[in-house]
């Protein structure tokens, strides 16, 4: 069977999209291979594209602590990905071509880790995954379904980081369905 391992080395010569024309590197994604969450930010930035790895700047830290507050575990227990696995030059929006060239390395990494709930970070992700236009500020608060996960949206970690006063509270509240979800469930 396939691992997320052999998954890796064939993304990292990926060449599907434009964005493989201005990346240092692909930036896969992350952790425990067996997590129960699994986070999807837009994609990689500065220091993801040089360092390989995501959610590592200002935005990461913030992802760490919520996980730590509020899921009560380390973020290598989790598993964090992106909707885009390249750097978009100047942190510029992901297209929507590059999104759904992306978006098959995205599936089967959600199936290679099984894991109890989803958590979409930012519009991009969570329209992206719930077939949505809608933005993230209406779809958040509630829990949907992505094939056999359960998915909870939420406001992107910058959101907060830009001093939007509610994106703090309203992630915690998030985070906390997302725990209750997996506390109900045994794997
Ligand atoms: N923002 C994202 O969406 N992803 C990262 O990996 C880092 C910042
Ligand atoms: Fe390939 Fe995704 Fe990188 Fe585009 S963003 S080159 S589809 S890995």
């Known amino acids: 069977m396939r691992t997320l391992n052999d998954l890796s080395r064939q993304v990292a010569n990926c060449v599907n999209c434009e964005l493989s024309a201005s990346r240092t590197q692909v930036v896969f994604g992350t952790g425990h291979p067996r997590a129960d ?19 590592i700047g200002r935005s990461g830290k913030l992802l760490n602590r919520l996980i730590e507050e509020e ?7 989790c598993y964090i990905a992106n909707v885009v696995k390249c750097r978009p030059p100047d942190n510029r929006n992901p297209k929507s071509a590059e999104i759904s060239a ?34 993230i500020t209406t779809l958040r608060g509630k829990s949907y379904s992505y094939k056999d996960h359960d998915l909870v949206p939420t406001f992107h970690p910058a959101a907060a980081l830009r ?4 994106a703090m509270k309203n992630m915690r509240l998030d985070f906390q369905l997302a725990h209750s979800i997996v506390s109900g469930i045994s794997k």
Not at 108 to 134: C, M, W, Y
């Open 37 to 55: 969450y699994f986070f999807i930010g837009e994609g990689p930035g500065a220091k993801e594209d040089i360092e390989g790895e995501p959610f």
């Open 71 to 77: 899921l009560c575990i380390d973020r290598s227990l």
């Open 102 to 135: 992306c978006q098959p390395y995205l599936n089967e990494q959600i199936k290679l880790v099984n894991p109890a709930v989803i958590i979409t970070l930012g519009n991009f992700a969570s329209r992206l995954l719930l077939n949505t236009k809608d933005g």
């Open 163 to 166: 001093g939007n006063p509610d």
